[in-house]
């Protein structure tokens, strides 16, 4: 039974139902039943009413597992406890069998057998993957900064590249230099601070590295405020 398709989470998997439903009708697919689009149709409806329903369920547990705390720790200020709102729950659609998975599979691969069945229906339906062609030329790398223990420390998204090229710039008047090399999606900037008590501004690009040369687009530059310790 092919799933690999099928998202993972219950709120995915139910957002990939109702596009399903919301688009089965633009199509004449020769080996999809009526009745099979009708169980879809009534899964999607149903387990939006489950998770709906189960959210309400979550909120007001918490809401009231607070006023029963406050009710027994806290202090007495002279008024009454207010008590938590009990939500009204949507009217539940016709139930349906467990199985939705499968039910969803087996209509997805009669989709895909169907005649004229193409794969930009299947992505249009979101029971195809899409594929994305890596072009090395159209990369930019995505950088968090954050400090550890007062030194720059970086995390970048590698992906397919080898590393990245780190230029950097020390505020000295000498602009952005090569620096050093990535080939963790981590990094720690090791360079001696600035002497006790003084701050700089120590800014940093980042480019990927790919087969040994520097392609695509720089990151937006990365200011850290390093003070010495």
């Known amino acids: 039974m092919p799933t690999g398709f099928i998202k993972q989470s219950i709120e995915d998997f139910n957002a990939q139902q109702i596009n399903f439903c919301s688009k089965i009708g633009n199509y004449n697919l020769d080996k999809v039943a009526d009745e099979e689009i009708d169980d879809i149709i009534a899964d999607a409806k149903y387990l939006s009413w489950e998770i709906n329903t189960r959210k309400s369920y ?9 006023y029963g ?20 729950f949507e009217v539940a659609p016709p139930p349906v069998h467990p199985g939705m998975r499968t039910r969803f599979s087996n209509i997805a691969a009669n ?10 229906i299947g992505i249009d339906l979101g029971i195809s993957a899409t594929v994305t062609v890596f072009v090395p030329a159209n ?3 995505m950088v968090t900064s954050s400090l550890h223990v ?21 505020g ?10 990535a080939i963790n999606p981590t990094y720690l900037d090791n ?6 008590g003084v701050a700089e501004v120590w800014k940093y690009k980042f480019v990927f590295l790919y087969k040994y040369e520097e392609v695509g687009t720089a990151s937006a530059a990365e200011e850290i405020l390093v003070t010495g310790m």
């Open 58 to 66: 979550v909120i007001t547990a918490h809401s009231w597992t607070n």
């Open 150 to 170: 007062g030194h720059p420390f970086f995390r970048y998204v590698k992906g397919e590249y080898e590393g990245v090229q780190i230029y950097k710039d020390r």
């Open 191 to 196: 360079t001696p601070l600035p002497t006790v």
């Open 172 to 181: 000295d008047g000498k602009g952005f230099l090569k620096f050093d090399k």
């Open 139 to 141: 990369g930019k790398p």
């Open 111 to 120: 989709c895909k057998s169907s005649t004229g069945f193409t794969k930009n």
């Open 69 to 88: 705390n406050a009710l027994f720790f806290g202090a007495d200020d002279g008024l009454d406890a207010i008590q938590p709102t009990t939500p009204i």
